[in-house]
Nanobody
C-alpha cells in the first residue's frame, strides 16, 4: 500500500516561493511503476493538474505553470518536492500529490490516479 503525505507552510506571502513536500511510503520514488503528480484545487473550482515526475527524475509541467513550477526528488528521504515561484492569491488552493501507474499529462479525473495524499491547504495572503 502506497501512502502519500503532503507538508508545507499553510500561509505564504505574495511574491514568495511556495515549497511543498510529498513524503512517500510503501514504494520507492525511483520505481518505474508510478508517476508522481502534483495537483491543486482552488476554492470553488475543480482540480488542476500541475506537473509530474517519473522515477528517473524526468518532469513535465502544465503549460500555464511551467515558467514558475519545479518538481524534484529527494531520493534519500523518498520525497517529491514542489516549488512554485512568485505566488499570488490565485495560487491559494488545496495541494495534492498523487501516484499513477499510467503516464497521462493533465489528468484531472481522480479515478486516473492510484493513490492520493490527503492534501494540504495553502493560502497566499499578505
Amino acid at each position: 500500500q502506497v501512502q502519500l503525505q503532503e507538508s508545507g507552510p499553510g500561509l505564504v506571502k505574495p511574491s514568495q516561493t511556495l515549497s511543498l513536500t510529498c513524503t512517500v511510503s510503501g514504494a520507492s520514488i525511483r520505481t518505474e511503476t508510478y508517476f508522481w503528480n502534483w495537483l491543486r484545487q482552488p476554492p470553488g473550482k475543480g482540480l488542476e493538474w500541475m506537473g509530474v515526475i517519473s522515477g528517473s527524475g524526468s518532469a513535465w509541467y502544465s503549460p500555464s505553470l511551467k515558467n514558475r513550477l519545479s518538481i524534484s526528488m529527494d531520493t534519500s528521504k523518498n520525497q517529491v518536492t514542489l516549488q512554485l515561484l512568485s505566488v499570488t492569491p490565485e495560487d491559494t488552493a488545496v495541494y495534492y500529490c498523487a501516484a499513477a501507474k499510467t503516464f497521462i499529462l493533465s489528468a484531472t479525473n481522480k479515478n486516473q490516479y492510484d493513490y492520493w495524499g490527503q492534501g494540504t491547504q495553502v493560502t497566499v495572503s499578505s
